[in-house]
């Protein structure tokens, strides 16, 4: 009498593996903003647009200078100006990810968490949209040059620095909406966007991190040297789009006096410094962090 032997599965790669326990945590938990976020409620007066402490004119003169009534209009300008970053940014990355499974199994875990990745993204963009509009903010986006470079660059966006790239976009919006999420002196939209986004995009960050090692394995170092000035150049311009300058003018402050003060404040770069080591930890550990790239990651504070 034989025994049967138990049937041989193939062996399910990484890349396999982890797309089947992303898309298993999809399943479990997503959200559609347009029905968990509560887009009729009374927008309080009194309720910050984003963490006061992420303002960028927080622990200057002019800051203890405003009213309330000032302070709270600046941070839903600024907070607006953030999301919208977020949303030029997401609509440049599904196409990246749209492109990057175009060749590929569409049976694979890998490229289904990809497409669940694209759906979640338009979802965020029409609630990062829709929170802008509820707030009455204008529709601020990157600076016009910035804009039009994203288009064109949009048609190299792949491989390796793609990956780094949104990850380290994901990672910058993350560090400040877990902030947003848990302030109660934060507006309700605001928070429930952020904590949406967040538990989303842990999804979009593992995915991420797991194909930048991936496609940087046995990278040489003429490949590892570009990869780096390529994502270094990605996030510096994400940082620097990250607060319009029109949010000044816009409530109603002194614009020179405004930008002058937010330029040198210490308190905003010390938060981004201290809130970005997460993501300079992964950079450097997957070695996107060296050469030239330094000095932009400087220039944004977060180095
Ligand atoms: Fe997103
Ligand atoms: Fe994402």
Redesign the pocket.
């Known amino acids: 009498m034989t025994t049967a032997l138990p049937a041989q599965r193939p062996a399910v790669s990484d890349r396999e593996e982890t797309a089947r326990r992303l898309l298993a945590s999809s399943a479990r938990k997503s959200y559609d903003p347009m029905i968990e976020v509560d887009w009729e409620a009374p927008v309080p007066a009194d309720k910050f647009g984003l963490t006061p402490e992420w303002s960028t004119l927080y622990g200057t003169k002019l800051w203890d200078e405003m009213t309330l009534e000032q302070k709270v209009e600046l941070t839903k300008h600024e907070a607006a100006s953030v999301s919208s970053v977020g949303l030029w940014f997401?609509i440049l990355?599904m196409q990246m990810l749209l492109r990057d499974v175009y060749g590929r199994d569409k049976h694979s875990r890998h490229v289904q968490f990809a497409l669940t990745?694209v759906a979640?993204?338009c979802r965020?963009s029409v609630m990062f949209a829709r929170a802008g509009e509820r707030f009455g903010m204008p529709s601020y986006g990157p600076h016009p040059v910035i804009h039009k470079l994203g288009r064109i660059w949009g048609n190299f966006f792949r491989g390796a620095n793609a990956y780094a790239s949104?990850m380290a976009?994901?990672e910058i919006l993350d560090m400040m909406q877990r902030d947003f999420m848990k302030d109660e002196r934060v507006q309700p939209i605001t928070r429930t966007v952020s904590k949406i986004?967040v538990l989303?995009?842990a999804?979009?960050?593992r995915f991420?991190r797991e194909e930048v090692g991936r496609r940087l394995q046995d990278a040489s170092r003429a490949r590892l040297a570009v990869e780096r000035v390529s994502t270094a150049a990605v996030v510096y311009f994400v940082m620097k789009s990250m607060i319009r300058k029109d949010v000044y003018a816009n409530a109603g402050l002194d614009t020179e006096r405004a930008i002058a003060e937010a330029k040198n404040n210490q308190h905003y770069k010390d938060t981004v410094r201290k809130s970005g080591a997460k993501l300079m930890h992964f950079l450097t550990e997957s070695g996107l962090v060296g050469g030239p790239s330094k000095i932009l990651y400087k220039k944004v504070n977060l180095l």
């Open positions: 997401e990355l990745e979640d993204e965020h949104v976009a994901e986004h989303e995009e999804r979009h960050i991420a």
